[in-house]
């Protein structure tokens, strides 16, 4: 059953005139993955989502969601039907209450009210809310908000969701909390599709497409992404007394490194396989307090964006 | 295909957000109210008020009595003591706006050699105004000649016995009022209709909308039949208005005046709806919604009569819902219920109705493209 | 605090590219006027003729069918003939004629036996826009056919010689194009600018705008003046159009009624800046903009229904209104060659409001930059 694909796109490309949102674009994704598309805006995270969720017909290529091939206007109906889509701009009602919210998107879902009460309870519980009901969605704080918001999206149980950045404007505290409640439902078995460029997120995903100017530039398990674009050794220097901008500015064109990007105080690098790069190497325990850790995911994107050109 | 428990939804969804904004509320009962009462009592086409000259201190005392009836009359008020200037000039300069000028040596004096002259100038820059002044002003003359001058007019043999139906005394009310009624219904139902649709693009709840297996039928109609449900609640009240307080008459039947209003509203926030599939934002839903009612309003036949037209123009009234509605209310009210002319108005609204949403159903699309 | 103009020029630039870059307040402002004063100034006429009138002649005699002659003669009355009295009412009712000839059996045997010999006339009284047009046919055609068919011809005790001034041949264009003037441009300014800068309070930039060193009154100006133009562009083409198109006299002063234009144009521009300010919120204005923009300047000011005809109050009412004064202006402009003396009271009443609106405008905004 995990075998199963419940998205194929194949060479998708979406056209606007002439600009290309997105760009022969192909990956799959797994039923129970938790799937994230990684880069910065107008990349083509959101073009892509929507074309997956029906918002948009594709350009040029093949769509295929829950089974279902995205050619015609009845296929667009029957995967909207499939899915629950959050999107990045807050959607819920501002002067209704949350009661009003959810009983309107069970009508537009055509569900009938004795289902709708019980999915309802039990999403509410599964979120964990306990303020009253007919509070209006404008006095509500935005974590809390997002939440409400994922509750509505799956009122009709969809099998695939898909998240457009879920937590922009949202504490840490609640992101937490919410990318917690993503991975319960990775549990149960539902397919999630998520966009976002926080760093921290991408690495709570099964895998990730890295996406630039409408292209997929690298697609993989975190793990596997860090082992491709570092295969070496990868370090952290930490300096043992304050060093300047120029000092660092001298550093980075060095020869010797393959890869090189201030962190704050300190900075990542990888080294080139010569000789010359590991003498330098530890030429650099005199100045630095040397650690081998793994890359983060920063440190692949900022390299792999790099390589493939600005 | 469509479903009723969605709909149901909607209308409950639109309710909710429209009795929760108090602008609303203000937009669709207190300000229809007080520019019924503003425009119903201020505008008239009755004229009035007209700033009359004659020789101050004139020994001519046949047109000091035709002067002196004319005021009694309360159609024209006198004009301010002007000694040195010359009449011509207080026209041009617009401190009067007409002037009674005697023969040399007076009328009494000329009515006793025959025929007497009495120019009479008016100011036209005001056509009908114009018209009207030199009408009072000939009846004016002919009573005094009659009365004062004890000169028996000999009896025309030729008699027009005239009557004027459904508004024997020519109250302005009753023609002005339904054609504010006209104005204020539509006022409603476009810019309302065309707003809300954009809003919703504008905040983003379309998208959340059209993430849901809904078809374009659907989303036309739970976002247009609650507004028309809104503008129809408008309707008692503006009625009641003109009843009421302009005693406006309603000899037709109650139901059929609601029906006439219902297809009215219909047309009308159809045509929103229609603005709603161009504008992409509210301003421009806005400014759409102007641009139609600013031509609408004028060629209803409230301010300009539309017999005259060209027959161009006459086909671009009969376009116009604003028309239609305007002659329904006139017959309704005023006449009575003369079927064939009614139901051929009400067929129009409704056939344009149809037409507007069969339009914007076509250009709606529930994808982002 | 100085009035830097480099600063409202920069404003004004802007703006210039907004209302250039939005089609649809570009159709307003340009598309709007023209189409207004071609389609008026050939639609208008308030003189009604062709006007239906059904026929019932039972006398069926040559003095009446002479009678029915005059009418169908004169170019008012198109001639529509019914079988009975009852469907000639009919025929009102159900708006097919506007008016009916009820001409009664022995109609020429009354007239041949000197007796005096009545006919009925039944008018719609449903629409004014008729009633009062057609009552001035009659007593004239009355006459005529008085003179005609009775060869009665009574000396006229006093004989009303009327001159038409200002507009001799009665031509309700003239009365109506410089009309159409005031209120497209109240209507244009005052909307444009209450949606326009609403739109930027609504999104916020309005706000970074304020936060900057710019004064209250660069603001003013820089948003104004582009609407400004846009609309003096109107009038001009208007003024354009209602010379050679329809050949209306222009007899007045072209400064002064320049000087009337811009006067009342800044006063409705600053009137739209001030709901925009005041509601801050684009449905509100376009509500507020109706209400004391559009709808008084259609039916308050004097474009289509006189002042004086309305009641007391209404008449002292409108003194509020800057359209009312500028009509005056206009119209005694083009028709009368008022000049600027004889305009003293409507310009200095445009002038006082103007002043106060600029007024209120600066004073508002003056108190929303206060922390």
């Given amino acids: 059953m995990h075998n199963d694909f419940v998205v194929t796109v194949e060479n998708l490309s979406v056209l606007f005139g002439d600009f290309r949102a997105v760009d022969a674009v192909t990956f799959s994704v797994k039923r129970g993955e938790i799937f994230g598309f990684l880069g910065a805006n107008g990349a083509g995270k959101t073009t892509t989502i929507r074309v997956l969720c029906g918002l948009l017909h594709p350009t040029k290529g093949e769509v295929s969601v829950g089974g279902i091939k995205f050619d015609t206007k009845d296929a667009e109906m029957a995967i909207k039907k499939k899915v629950g889509y959050m999107s990045q701009k807050f959607t819920l009602y501002n002067d209704l209450t949350i009661e009003e919210n959810l009983t309107f998107i069970a009508s537009l879902r055509k569900l009938d009210t004795k289902t709708y009460l019980k999915r309802r309870n039990y999403l509410l519980n599964f979120i964990s809310f306990t303020r009253p009901l007919n509070s209006f969605i404008r006095s509500l704080p935005g974590g809390i908000k997002q939440q409400i918001s994922l509750a509505a999206s799956m009122l009709h149980e969809p099998e695939i969701l898909f998240l457009d950045e879920p937590t922009a404007g949202v504490t840490p505290a609640m992101r937490a909390r919410f990318w917690a409640l993503i991975n319960d439902l990775a549990h149960l078995g539902k397919t999630i599709i998520v966009t976002t460029h926080y760093m921290d997120e991408a690495e709570q995903c099964g895998r990730i497409a890295l996406m630039r100017t409408g292209k997929i530039v690298a697609i993989d398990t975190p793990a596997g992404l860090k082992k491709t674009t570092f295969p070496d050794k990868f370090y952290e220097f930490e300096p043992r007394k304050t060093i300047s901008y120029l000092d660092i500015q001298k550093l980075k064109i060095c020869p010797e490194f393959e890869y090189f990007e201030p962190f704050g105080m300190r900075f990542h690098a990888a080294f080139k396989k010569s000789p010359e790069a590991e003498k330098f190497r530890q030429e650099l325990n005199v100045d630095f307090n040397t650690k081998e850790i793994a890359p983060t995911l920063e440190d692949v994107f900022i390299k792999i964006t790099e390589e493939k050109g600005v | 295909m469509i479903s009723l428990p969605l709909l149901r939804g909607f209308f409950r969804k639109e309710f909710k957000q429209a009795v929760r904004d108090p602008r609303m509320k203000f937009v669709l009962f207190i300000a229809p109210i007080i520019q019924l009462i503003l425009f119903g009592v201020a505008i008239s086409a009755d004229v009035k008020n007209i700033r009359l000259w004659a020789e101050p201190d004139s020994k001519d005392y046949v047109l000091r009595h035709i002067y002196e009836h004319s005021i009694a009359s309360q159609w024209f008020l006198p004009a301010v003591d002007n000694r040195n200037i010359e009449p011509f000039e207080l026209l041009r300069s617009g401190k009067i706006d007409a002037a009674l000028i005697s023969p040399p040596g007076g009328l009494n004096r000329a009515l006793g050699r025959g025929t007497a002259d009495l120019q009479l100038l008016i100011d036209a820059t005001n056509v009908i105004q114009a018209q009207s002044v030199e009408l009072y002003i000939k009846d004016i003359t002919a009573s005094v000649v009659a009365q004062d001058l004890k000169l028996q007019p000999q009896n025309p043999p030729i008699n027009f016995s005239m009557r004027v139906l459904f508004n024997p005394y020519l109250q302005t009310a009753y023609f002005m009022v339904p054609g504010v009624m006209c104005m204020l219904m539509c006022i409603v139902s476009v810019v309302l209709t065309s707003m809300s649709i954009t809003r919703e693009k504008e905040r983003g709840t379309f998208e959340m909308l059209i993430s849901a297996p809904i078809s374009a039928t659907e989303v036309i109609l739970g976002k247009t039949i609650p507004y028309v449900i809104i503008s129809m609640c408008d309707m008692p009240l503006i009625l009641a208005a003109a009843v009421f307080l302009f005693g406006v008459p309603l000899r037709g039947s109650l139901l059929i005046l609601m029906l006439a209003s219902l297809a009215f509203v219909c047309s009308t926030v159809a045509i929103g709806t229609l603005i709603s599939t161009f504008a992409k934002n509210q301003q421009q839903a806005m400014l759409g919604g102007f641009l139609f009612l600013f031509p609408a309003n004028m060629f209803s036949g409230l301010m300009f009569p539309l017999e005259n037209m060209p027959m161009v123009m006459k086909w671009l009234s009969y376009l116009d819902p604003l028309s239609h509605y305007l002659a329904l209310l006139r017959n309704i009210m005023l006449k009575g219920n003369e079927i064939h002319f009614i139901a051929f108005h009400i067929g129009v609204l409704i056939l344009m109705a149809i037409g507007f949403v069969y339009i914007s159903f076509k250009r709606f699309r529930t994808t982002l493209q | ?371």
């Avoid at chain 3, 006459?143 to 011809?153: E, G, S, T």
């Avoid at chain 3, 009312?324 to 402009?333: D, G, N």
């Avoid at chain 3, 003293?344 to 508002?364: D, H, N, Q, R, S």
Wanted: a neutral charge; charged letters at 15%; one cysteine or more.
């Fill in chain 3, 1 to 371: 605090m100085s009035f830097v103009w480099s600063r409202a020029k920069a404003i004004a630039q802007k703006e210039i590219y907004h209302v250039i870059r939005d089609p649809f307040a570009l159709a307003l402002s340009i598309g709007l006027p023209i189409f207004l004063v071609i389609v008026f100034g050939f639609a208008i006429e308030f003189n009604v003729k062709n006007i239906h009138l059904a026929v019932h002649d039972a006398d069926q005699t040559q003095a009446s069918r002479g009678l029915i002659d005059i009418f169908g003669k004169s170019e008012y009355f198109i001639i529509d003939k019914v079988t009975s009295p009852e469907k000639a009412q009919q025929a009102i009712m159900s708006n097919n004629d506007r008016a009916a000839l009820i001409i009664p059996g022995g109609f020429e045997k009354l007239l041949f036996t000197g007796k005096s010999s009545q006919v009925q006339l039944l008018l719609d009284g449903s629409d004014n826009s008729t009633v009062v047009p057609i009552l001035s046919y009659l007593e004239s055609i009355q006459k005529m056919a008085n003179k005609q068919l009775a060869n009665f011809n009574p000396s006229e005790n006093i004989d009303i010689k009327t001159r038409f001034l200002f507009n001799a041949e009665l031509n309700s264009r003239w009365f109506v194009i410089p009309g159409l003037t005031v209120a497209i441009m109240a209507i244009l300014s005052v909307l444009l600018t209450a949606l326009t800068v609403a739109q930027e309070w609504e999104n916020g930039s309005m706000e970074l705008l304020l936060s900057t060193p710019v004064q209250p009154l660069e603001v003013i100006v820089g948003k104004l003046v582009p609407y400004a133009f846009f609309c003096l562009v109107a009038v001009v083409f208007v003024y354009i159009i209602s010379r050679t198109v329809f050949g209306i006299p222009f007899r007045g002063n072209i400064f002064v009624f320049g000087l009337g234009c811009v006067l009342f144009l800044v006063t409705c521009l600053v009137q739209g800046l001030l709901i925009s300010i005041l509601t801050r919120s684009q449905s509100l204005a376009y509500q507020i903009a109706n209400m004391t923009g559009l709808l008084p300047a259609q039916l308050l000011s004097g474009f289509i229904f006189p002042v004086e005809s309305m009641p007391k109050f209404f008449q002292y009412f409108t003194m509020l209104l800057p359209a009312r004064w500028f009509m005056v202006i206009a119209r005694e402009s083009y028709l009368k060659g008022s000049t600027f003396f004889d305009l003293g009271i409507p310009f200095l009443a445009l002038g006082t409001l103007c002043w106060f609106m600029i007024f209120f405008a600066v004073k508002k905004f003056k108190k929303d930059l206060e922390p």
